[in-house]
């Protein structure tokens, strides 16, 4: 998901597991597809999106960081995920008829890592952590998430992207982790994601 005309021009990217709202083929119009990836005749991934599927909180909780990314000053976002291949539950792709699907689900994420260069990503959540270390071939794993409001991680790859690792923006995660007696990440989110977008701005500016 991007408002951006040239998606290419993005220095951020916001990384989340998979998508669980898939288009299916047969429903999906293909030059309408790829006009709204790239917000153009007349198209855009938002009103493409909602035509297709309702508004998850997850979806809901991603906007919201992408907002405090644009207040302050990170405007040229994407939205992806680490597996760019839809599933209605994440252990979904653990099935046989969903391995190929993962598989290139990947190599369309590491294309956009490649072609693109973000000059910072966003993960969020344990699960795409060790997914994007895996997928990237870390030589070492990425940080856990915090777990309290005064921590923060990052880190960053050999080609000089910042990598910042946050709490999972997904539902239910979202609300129900960390678990007691540590505050869930709900409550601390606002002014924490604040900070981060502050974070990320400097890391794009530098």
Not at 103 to 112: A, D, H, P, S, T
Request: hydrophobic fraction near 35%.
């Amino acid at each position: 998901m991007t408002r951006l005309k040239a998606p290419q021009s993005a220095k951020v990217f916001v990384v989340g597991y998979n998508f669980a709202v898939p288009y299916m083929a047969n429903t999906v119009n293909y030059e309408r597809f790829i006009d709204s990836l790239f917000n153009r005749n007349g198209e855009s991934c938002q009103a493409f999106y909602e035509e297709m599927t309702s508004k998850t909180p997850t979806r809901s909780n991603i906007e919201m960081f992408s907002t405090k990314l644009a207040n302050a000053g990170c405007d040229s976002v994407i939205e992806t995920n680490v597996i760019c291949y839809g599933t209605r539950k994440k252990k979904c792709l653990r099935l046989s008829k969903h391995r190929n699907g993962k598989e290139l689900g990947i190599k369309i994420f590491l294309n956009l890592v490649k072609e693109i260069r973000p000059k910072a990503i966003v993960v969020y959540g344990i699960g795409v952590c060790e997914e994007f270390g895996r997928a990237l071939e870390l030589s070492s794993p990425l940080p856990y998430p915090p777990k309290r409001r005064n921590e923060f991680e990052q880190d960053k790859l050999t080609d000089g992207t910042h990598v910042f690792v946050i709490p999972s923006l997904g539902e239910p995660a979202f609300r129900n982790w960390p678990r007691r007696p540590l505050e869930s990440f709900c409550n601390w989110a606002d002014e924490y994601l604040d900070k981060v977008a502050s974070r990320v701005a400097r890391a794009c500016a530098g």
